[in-house]
């Protein structure tokens, strides 16, 4: 059964440095999201992908981030400057067009330290 | 904007009986509920979702409802199993963006413990 991936799944840096956390959605989705989720908290929305633009994007995704398909595969996530407070697990889903259901990764878990 | 409330947030239940864990939301423009099973170092996975223009949904074990006029919905596991033991995640479901972007707001997960 097709999933979506995630990479790397732990991955550990210094406040103030770029990451780029990387999906590959469901090969037939055309709908991608990035939520994520800090420890013991609930899962939370930061932005939607559609057609190669942001589609909605929340409080949370600031100028810091940014999201980009920069191939027909993968979809990406990066923070320019990251904070100790991007620790978190975050999670890629996609969906495919005209239904509803959305389909997780298995996370990423960043760490700033 | 939807806020989604889950109750209650850990439940503890003897292997074969039935759990219930309730959501009540508050955007009546909300149309479509899933449940997330999320296990312990794993992303969410959907089990089972509803939408606005039915009542309930079942699927084995596992029967989902919907009160409209209340704006709850209830998940419900029958003849629990050892390895139901998860966190819950209800979400809502809220259009939005262009193309119809369809964020998922979620509640603050039930943490379900089967004891066998």
């Known amino acids: 059964e097709p999933e979506v991936t995630q990479t790397p799944s732990h991955q550990v840096t210094q406040m103030g440095q770029e990451v780029i956390l990387r999906c590959v959605p469901i090969?037939?989705?055309?709908?991608f999201y990035w939520y994520r989720q800090i420890l013991g908290q609930k899962v939370e929305f930061l932005v939607s992908?559609?057609?190669?633009?942001?589609?909605?994007k929340s409080e949370i995704f600031d100028d810091q981030f940014s999201v980009e398909r920069p191939d027909g595969s993968n979809f990406t996530l990066k923070i320019r400057s990251t904070k100790l407070e991007d620790s978190a697990m975050y999670f890629c889903?996609?969906?495919?067009?005209?239904?509803?259901?959305?389909?997780f990764g298995p996370g990423t878990r960043l760490t700033v330290l | 904007g939807e806020n989604v409330e889950q109750h209650p947030s850990t439940l503890s239940v003897q292997e074969g009986d039935s759990a219930v864990i309730k959501c009540t939301y508050s955007?009546?423009?909300?149309?479509?509920f899933p449940w997330y099973k999320q296990e312990l170092g794993k992303g969410p996975q959907l089990i089972i979702d509803i939408r606005s223009n039915v009542g309930e949904k079942k699927d084995q074990r596992i029967a989902v409802t919907l009160n409209k006029t209340a704006k709850h919905f209830s998940l419900h596991i029958t003849e629990t199993q050892p390895e139901d033991s998860a966190v819950y995640f209800c979400?809502?479901?809220?259009?939005?963006?262009?193309?119809?972007?369809?964020?998922?707001?979620f509640g603050k997960g039930t943490k379900l413990t089967v004891n066998p």
């Open positions: 955007d009546s423009a909300s149309n479509y």
């Open positions: 090969s037939n989705h055309l709908y």
């Open positions: 992908f559609y057609n190669n633009e942001i589609s909605e």
């Open positions: 889903a996609s969906r495919v067009g005209g239904r509803d259901e959305q389909f």
């Open positions: 979400a809502a479901s809220l259009k939005g963006g262009r193309g119809g972007s369809e964020k998922l707001v």
